[in-house]
């Protein structure tokens, strides 16, 4: 059987459901590289990527999530209402090339279960960035497309949401980050923790 996935990326091997790396685990945190070319290993980790995190009922992942630092996104936002329309996009080697106005919204993350909070980002951005045949592209957007995209973006520069709070609203959260870095958590998805990788 052959899949057709974003970007039309054709694959008849088996998909895999990967688990996600959490809060303190040292991927989160390394500056993931760019891709050279789409190899059968890239195409293999999209197409998991997006079983992942549908599994995951997440919007968006980035390839640091899984485990491997290279500057690959995978975004699906069409289960929200308002963006039913919104096809599956697979963004490689992404550059933010423009981007304009401030707003605020309430954000959470696959990797940092039952933490959500405030974060200020642009409101519309211009993104370069490589499909999944690896070809250019520039894309327009705004809204919370845009803000998914540069959440997403973060994670390959080994940034986290919670970075952007003020060290006040980091406090806040500073025991429940703890919990999740010794592996105390409950998630209807698998999960590697810090003390999986690091032991
Ligand atoms: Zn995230």
């Not at 996009?89 to 940092?112: A, R």
């Amino acid at each position: 059987m052959v899949i057709l996935v974003a970007n039309c990326i054709s694959y008849d091997g088996h998909m895999s459901v990967l688990p996600i790396y959490t809060y303190g685990a040292p991927v989160l945190r390394k500056k993931a590289r760019p891709v050279k070319q789409v190899t059968d290993e890239i195409v293999k980790l999209v197409v998991d990527m997006f079983e992942t995190m549908h599994k995951a009922n997440g919007i968006g992942l980035a390839a640091n999530q899984v485990g491997s630092p290279v500057r690959v996104i995978v975004i699906d936002v069409s289960e929200m209402e308002e963006m039913k329309d919104v096809k599956p996009l697979t963004l490689i080697n992404p550059q933010i090339v423009h981007q304009t106005g401030m707003w605020v919204m309430e954000e959470g993350c696959l990797s940092i279960p039952e933490v959500r909070d405030d974060v200020e980002r642009a409101e519309s951005i211009t993104l370069r960035y490589k499909d999944s045949n690896f070809h250019d592209l520039e894309l327009e957007v705004g809204g919370m497309l845009a803000r998914v995209i540069l959440h997403e973006i973060d994670h390959l520069n080994g940034v986290l949401f919670i970075d952007h709070l003020s060290p006040e609203k980091k406090k806040i959260h500073a025991d429940r980050l703890k919990q999740i870095q010794r592996g105390e958590m409950e998630v209807s998805y698998p999960v590697t923790t810090a003390v999986d990788v690091t032991v």
